[in-house]
């Protein structure tokens, strides 16, 4: 009798044992973060070397304005109008995913590319933007995207951010897509290449891919923000020059955009065939843009009227 009851002791106090070590190890599970953080995450990431042309070129204390002759097709005909884009270098909040006020150990540096278009068709005026922030590392995709439309019917807003997926939200005047949100796998970006291109084009991605297509066309042809098959290619257009081109069978879409081979690979110009206007005003047309002018400034010091001369400069 004594042997049992030693026997049920020693069992109790092993289960005890048993208890208190899974109830530690639970301890130590919910303490531990489930996931990393963006900051983390960027703060973790190798830093490759950025070359001393690079660093003299985009962290100058200026930006690259580039002006564009532009011809839009819209509702299956073609516009006349401009383009200027944007270029600057700034640091960025990984969390927050805006631009830094301050200096910051998290703050990702990015190349941001903000992209103008000025047209009218008819009585009434187009505006639209579309802004990119890529890291100058190329190691990732862009952190943020967004894309605004402005003409008499009403506004049109889309912002996509890069966190465990692409995180997509979009507001419209039209009742079939006012208020959406959508999650996205990540894959390449077709806003972010116009970006990679500047950094390095010999890591653009060439071959077949699927590729999610600008949040311009997106918006402006209602199309489903997904991944569209695409194909990408890199060729030579001339000695100087060399062409990337993206083309969506599916979508019926071509893209082509000419820089220099040379560093700072400008952007010289570009084309987009797709199909513009709806029912029988449906057609296969080309929008076209060929660079004015470029100039290097610090343009948001330059608001005063005595400014405006640069405005003339740019063609504008």
Sequence with gaps: MMKWMKFEFLLIIFSLSVISLESCAQSEKKEKPEQTTTAEKASTKTKKNLSAEFKTYWYSGNAEITSYKLDQARYG?????????????????????????????????????????????????????????????DDTHAVKLSFSAQEWCGHIYAQLNNREQFELVSHSYFESEADQEFSLEKTILENELWNKIRINPENLPVGSYDVIPSLEYIRQTHKTPKAYPATLSLEAKNDTLQTYTLTYPELERTLKIDFT????????????????????????????????KTIITPYWQQNKNSDLFLRDSLGL
């Design 261 to 292: 081979k040379a560093f700072p690979h400008t952007i010289e110009g570009w084309s987009e065939t797709y199909i513009s206007g709806y029912g029988n005003k449906a057609k296969s047309l080309t929008t076209t843009a060929i660079k004015n």
């Design 77 to 137: 005909e073609m516009r006349g109008g401009n383009a200027v884009l944007i270029y600057v270098t700034e640091p960025f909040l990984a969390d927050k995913q805006v631009k830094a006020d301050g200096s910051n150990p998290t703050n990702i540096p990015v190349l941001k590319l903000n992209s103008v278009k000025n047209y009218i068709t008819g009585i009434y005026p187009y505006s639209l933007m579309t802004s990119s922030f890529y890291p100058v590392q």
